[in-house]
C-alpha cells in the first residue's frame, strides 16, 4: 500500500497549476516541482511486469545576490521496474551501477552560480547539454545516463548529475566552456532480472563446446563496478568553443574522460571434477563473473544549427579515439573455446590428477569480450513547424574505422550503423489535446521502435498521457533490437506546480 500514496495523490492534489515563492529577506525563492503516476502492462508474458510508480522532483532556486544564484532539485519516489529492493538504502549513490533503492531519493541537481562579468562559474552537481540532435548526442558525452528505463524516461532525466565545475568565458571573437569532473560517476542499469537489462549482457545458461566437453552449464555473478581512484589523472575534462556567424550557431567541442556506455569483461573460471576414476567420466561446470570496464577515450566534435525558411537544420559529428566496442557472445566463446584449448585443458587436467590425485581442478579464462576502434558518429536533423503541427526528421550514423569483419561486435554490421527517427506532434481542442507519432528505424538491422502517445491538459497543472512503445525485429545484436521483446502500453497521470 505504502509504494501506492504518492500515486494517489496525484489525484488529490489541487487542480489548478500555482506559483509557489517565498520571500528570504529581500530575494525570491522559487519553488517548482511535479508528481507523476505511472503504470506500465508489458505486451509479453516472458518479459517481467512492472508494479505501478509514483515519482516526484522538487526545485528551489534564487538569485541570492547580484553575483550569485543557486539551484538544488530533488528526485525520488518509488519505482515500480525494480524487483527487490536494498533493505535500508535509500539515497542514490554516485559509486554504484545497481540502485535498488526503493522507495528512493536522489539529488539530482545541485549548484551555485558565480556572475563576474565575463566569466561565470557554476559549481556542485551539474548537468550538461552540448550537441544539436536529440537523444543521440555525439558530442555529448560528460554525463553519464540511467539507463533503467531508456524508452519513457526523456534525455535529460536519463542524464545523471556529477559533480563538477563550469566555467563560461564570454569574448568577442568566441565564447569557451570549460568542464572539469573530479571523479566518474557511473552509469545506471537494472538488474539482470529486471526489465530493462541489456540482454546483451546476459550471460548464457550454458556454453556449447561442441566436443566431448559437450554443453558447459554456466553459473552467472553480477559484480558492481570498481572506481578509479580519486586523482587528476583520473578526472574528466572537456572544453566546447561556440560562435554565432551569419545566422549559423557553430560549436567546436573536445572531451577527454571514460566512454559512458556500458563495457563488461567475463572472466571465467571452468571447474573440472574427476567423477569415475576408471571411466575418466568428468564433470564440467563454468562460472562467469560480469564486470563492468571502465576505458578512457578521447572525443573530438563540431555541431551547428541554423534557419532556412520555415526549417530549422541541426547537426553534429564526433571523432572517437580509442574507443571500445563490445563483441558477440558467440564470437567470443567460438574463439575462446576451440578444440585445441580443451585438450590443452584437459591433458593438464589429467597430469596434475596422476601427479597428484587431484578430481578437482579450476582453470581461469579471460575472454577477449572487446575491441578497440577509431570511429566516427554523426548526424543531421530538420524541423518543421506548420500551425499546431511540428515534425521532425533525423539521421545518426555510426561509422567503425578499419572494422574487422571476422570478429563481429554488438550494434555494428560490416563497420556500420544507421537509424532514422520521426517525430510528428499535432495540437488540438485549444491545445489541450496533443497527439505525438514517434519512431525510430535502424536501416542496418531492420528494426523499429514506434511510440504514439495521447496528452490530454486535464486543467493547466494535470495532465493524463496514453501511450504505447512497440519495438520489432530479429537481430538480438542491434541497439533495439536486444529490446525487442518489451512492447508495452503506459498511462501516466502528472501534476505540474
Known amino acids: 500500500m505504502k509504494r501506492l500514496i504518492l500515486l494517489w495523490a496525484c489525484l488529490f492534489l489541487p487542480v489548478q497549476a500555482f506559483p509557489v515563492s517565498y520571500n528570504l529577506g529581500s530575494k525570491e525563492l522559487g519553488v517548482s516541482g511535479y508528481l507523476e503516476g505511472l503504470g506500465v502492462y508489458a505486451l509479453d508474458d516472458d518479459t517481467p511486469e512492472e508494479d505501478p510508480s509514483a515519482l516526484f522532483s522538487l526545485s528551489a532556486k534564487s538569485d541570492f545576490a547580484r553575483w550569485g544564484a543557486f539551484k538544488i532539485t530533488l528526485k525520488g519516489g518509488y519505482d515500480g521496474k525494480i524487483s527487490e529492493a536494498d533493505s535500508g538504502k535509500y539515497l542514490t549513490s554516485l559509486n554504484d551501477i545497481y540502485q535498488n533503492r526503493n522507495p528512493f531519493v536522489t539529488l539530482d541537481e545541485a549548484y551555485v552560480d558565480l556572475f563576474t562579468g565575463n566569466v561565470d562559474f557554476r559549481i556542485g552537481i551539474l548537468k550538461f547539454a552540448w550537441g544539436r540532435l536529440d537523444e543521440i548526442n555525439p558530442t555529448d558525452n ?19 548529475g556529477a559533480p563538477a565545475v563550469k566555467a563560461n568565458i564570454y569574448t568577442d571573437i568566441v565564447n569557451c566552456e570549460l568542464a572539469w569532473i573530479p571523479r566518474y560517476v557511473p552509469y545506471r542499469l537494472s538488474r539482470p532480472d529486471e526489465r530493462w537489462f541489456p540482454p546483451i549482457f546476459i550471460v548464457p545458461s550454458a556454453i556449447e563446446t561442441n566436443t566431448s566437453f559437450g554443453a558447459v552449464p554456466v553459473e552467472a555473478e553480477y559484480a558492481e563496478i570498481d572506481l578509479p581512484a580519486l586523482s587528476l589523472k583520473n578526472s574528466e575534462a572537456g572544453v566546447r568553443l561556440s560562435k ?89 566463446y567460438a574463439e575462446v573455446m576451440t578444440t585445441r584449448l580443451q585438450q590443452q585443458i584437459m591433458e593438464d587436467f589429467l597430469s596434475t590428477y596422476y601427479a597428484t590425485g587431484k578430481r578437482r581442478q579450476t582453470f581461469s579464462l579471460s575472454p577477449p569480450i572487446t575491441l578497440t576502434y577509431d570511429s566516427l558518429k554523426y548526424g543531421l536533423g530538420v524541423d518543421y513547424v506548420r500551425g499546431d503541427a511540428t515534425i521532425s526528421l533525423q539521421i545518426i550514423e555510426e561509422r567503425v574505422l578499419d572494422y574487422d569483419e571476422t570478429k563481429p561486435i554488438f550494434f555494428i554490421d560490416n563497420g556500420y550503423d544507421t537509424m532514422l527517427s520521426l517525430a510528428y506532434k499535432q495540437f488540438f481542442l485549444q491545445n489541450t489535446l496533443e497527439l505525438s507519432l514517434a519512431g525510430a528505424y535502424d536501416y542496418t538491422f531492420k528494426h523499429y521502435l514506434f511510440q504514439p502517445s495521447l496528452v490530454y491538459g486535464i486543467t493547466d497543472a494535470v495532465k493524463g498521457t496514453l501511450g504505447a512503445a512497440v519495438i520489432a525485429g530479429k537481430d538480438p545484436n542491434s541497439l533495439l533490437g536486444q529490446f525487442r521483446d518489451n512492447d508495452e502500453i503506459f498511462l501516466r497521470l502528472k501534476y505540474s506546480f
Do not use: C
Open 142 to 160: 560528460l554525463n553519464t545516463e540511467d539507463m533503467t528505463d531508456p524508452v519513457l524516461k526523456e534525455e535529460n532525466d536519463r542524464k545523471i
Open 244 to 332: 554565432s556567424l551569419a545566422g549559423w550557431e557553430l560549436s567546436a567541442s573536445y572531451f577527454t574522460g571514460y566512454d559512458m556506455l556500458p563495457v563488461m569483461t567475463i572472466p571465467t573460471e571452468l571447474t573440472i571434477e574427476l567423477i569415475d576414476p576408471d571411466a575418466l567420466l568428468t564433470e564440467i561446470q563454468a562460472k562467469v563473473k560480469a564486470k563492468p570496464e571502465l576505458n578512457r577515450l578521447h572525443v573530438f566534435g563540431a555541431d551547428f544549427s541554423t534557419t532556412l525558411g520555415g526549417f530549422t537544420i541541426r547537426g553534429e559529428g564526433a571523432y572517437f579515439k580509442d574507443k571500445y566496442y563490445v563483441r558477440t557472445i558467440d564470437s567470443i
